[in-house]
Each structure stands twice: as C-alpha cells, then as structure tokens.
C-alpha cells in the first residue's frame, strides 16, 4: 500500500468546500416534509433589511424557501468545482488523491443533493406517486455515481478538457437546481402570473422525466462542452469580455427565469445537435452517388 505524504492545501479546501455546499444542502432539504395534499405550496419573499434579518430569511420552515436555497448551494458548490482544478493545474499540484476526492465530493453534491432535490420540489407528484419519485431520484443518484466513476478511469493527463462524453454532473444538478428555483419564483407570494399555480402543476409532472432524461444523458457518449473552459480559459477578444458581463447582469436580474431556462438549454442542446448530424450523415450515406 502507498501511502500518501503530501496534499495539496489549496485545491483540497475548494473541493472540500464543495462538499460543505453539498452536505448543508442536504441539511436544508431535510427540513421539507412530506406533502399531505396536492395543493401547490406558497412561498413568502425573502427580505433582507438588515444585518439582524438574515438568518431568521435563511434559517426558515418554508418547503419552497428551503428549497431554493438548496438549489443556490448546488450552484455555489459549481464554483468550487471549477476553480478546484484550476488551482491545482496553476500551482502544478494536481494528484490522483484530488482526483478521487473531488469525485467523492460531486457524488454528494452533484448526485445525491440533487436526487433528493428532485422529490422535494414537486409535492404534487409526490403525493400522488410517491414510489415512482424515489425510484427516479435514486436513479438519478446511481447514473451520477456512473458517470463519475467512468470519468475517472477514461480522463488522461492529455486530454484538451474542452469537451465532455456524457453530461457532466454539476450540469445534471444544475438543471434540477434550477427547477427549484423556477419553482420558487412561481410560487412567490408576490408573483403576479394568473396562471402560476397551473404552470406549476404541469412542471411537477414533467420535472421527473426529464430528470430520468438527465440520469440518461450523464451515462450516455452525446460530446458535451466545457463552458467554463470555453468561456474564460486563455485569451479572448474584448467583445468577448464585454458580452459575458451583460450576459450576467441580464441572467441576475432576472434569475428566476433565466437560470433555469440556460440549464435546460445547456442539457437539451447538445443532444438534439448531436442526433441531427448523425441522421444528416445516415441519409448522405444513402444518397446515390450520381
């Protein structure tokens, strides 16, 4: 057995941070019961008026509230996923032990945080299909650990890291994240919509198939795009600084909506662009050649 001498202080405490992220996200979930009824939860706005009013806003019994915040430590725990390996490539520490870590950390975080998420969100469905929920979000989970257990063995040191086989699963867990923010918006006590409680009821019943659509995309080999590496890694134009900043004032000022719309964008996209050029190449095949 080898024993291991030196870690890497840096990129440990952002992994580590991720798991933090993970674990208080399953502690907020924890506080949401099961529903008696199919009635469509309200949920009170969040105020901040002062230093003394944040943790009474955070610190609350509300099912939606609790899990919006939930969904925004899925998020936050994407930020420690990213800048973990790039502290470790930067200071040329990277190791098998961060890899595996970080692993363990996104099982947590990215598969478990999110299955349960996924049941906590949509009471409706629950209630009415209590087994079939569960047996989806443990499938969620066990397509998670899936995914990461094959990234850690087919992942070398050449690789580009600028395109994914299968969906990543930060981005699975962003997408039902977002649901449960969207959901939040919905549910708001100031929301104005006069069909709110419908829309709700009919994402209740869609949220957990496309959650088994997700679980299926993250063992599926649909090429996925590394946005972070995309977007900020190397040099750009200016053009290109300029938009990334307009783009996230225009997705925080409207963030209930947007952050949820870009994560399904980001988890259908792909797989729809890659299925139209594989028919697009089947029926050139066919084509005669004169």
Known sequence: MKRIRTVAVLPTLFTLGNLVCGF????????????????VPTAARIEFRG??????????????????LCGWLIFL???FDALDGHVARLAKV??????????????????VAPAILLVKIC??????????????ATAFAACAALRLARFNVETGEDDDHFHFSGLPTPAAAASIAGFAIFFYTLRNDGNEWAYAGDIDRWLQGIVPFFAMLVALLMVS??????????????Q????????????????????????PLLCAVFVLGPPIRFFVHLARERRQRKEPLF
């Open 77 to 79: 725990a994407m930020v």
């Open 51 to 68: 230093s003394g009013s944040v943790m009474p806003a955070l610190d609350t019994d509300d099912p939606t509230h609790n899990a919006m």
């Open 94 to 111: 990277s190791s098998d032990f961060g890899a595996q870590l970080d692993s363990l950390c996104d099982l947590v975080t990215f598969g």
């Open 24 to 39: 208080f996200a399953i502690v907020v979930l924890s506080r949401i019961e099961a529903p008696t009824s199919t009635d």
């Open 123 to 136: 009471p409706s469905f629950v209630f009415l299909h209590r087994e079939e929920v569960w047996i989806i």
């Open 221 to 234: 080999r649909v090429p996925y795009p590394h946005v972070v590496n995309q977007l900020f890694r190397g």
């Open 236 to 259: 750009k134009s200016f053009g290109h600084v300029v938009g990334l900043i307009f783009a996230l004032v225009v997705v925080m000022l409207i963030r209930g909506y947007t952050v």
